[in-house]
Nanobody, 123 residues
Framework: VQLQASGGGLVQAGGSLRLSCAAS????????MSWFRQAPGKERESVAG????????YYADSVKGRFTISRDNAKNTVYLQMNSLKPEDTAVYYC?????????????????WGQGTQVTVSS
């Protein structure tokens, strides 16, 4: 399975970005998907997860109410809509395929990872 993340960029605080992660190979519709981020000098953290069907979503407290994860199994793509961005959201964002199928944050079997896309939020 190959994952290709895109959509990062530079945005002012309060702005929005939409990340995409396109999958090829494997059986996308059977995997849960998660978004992680890693800021310079910090540990990687999970920010959002979605079950294989899209019926369940999970968010870190730091992004709840601002970020929305969604998926389109017909397009083998997962999205992360990020609104009301803050400078502390600045990080490299990664998508990952979770073989458990459930999407619960930090509790998956993250077998495949995308290459990361940089998000920079200026104040």
């Amino acid at each position: 399975v190959q994952l290709q993340a895109s959509g990062g960029g530079l945005v002012q605080a309060g702005g929005s970005l939409r990340l995409s992660c396109a999958a090829s190979g494997g059986t996308f519709s059977s995997y849960a998907m998660s978004w992680f981020r890693q800021a310079p000098g910090k540990e990687r953290e999970s920010v959002a997860g979605i079950s294989w069907s899209g019926g369940r979503t999970y968010y870190a407290d730091s992004v709840k109410g601002r970020f929305t994860i969604s998926r389109d199994n017909a397009k083998n793509t997962v999205y992360l809509q990020m609104n009301s961005l803050k400078p502390e959201d600045t990080a490299v964002y990664y998508c990952a395929a979770d073989l458990t199928g459930w999407g619960a944050l930090g509790r998956g079997d993250y077998a495949y990872w995308g290459q990361g896309t940089q998000v920079t939020v200026s104040s």
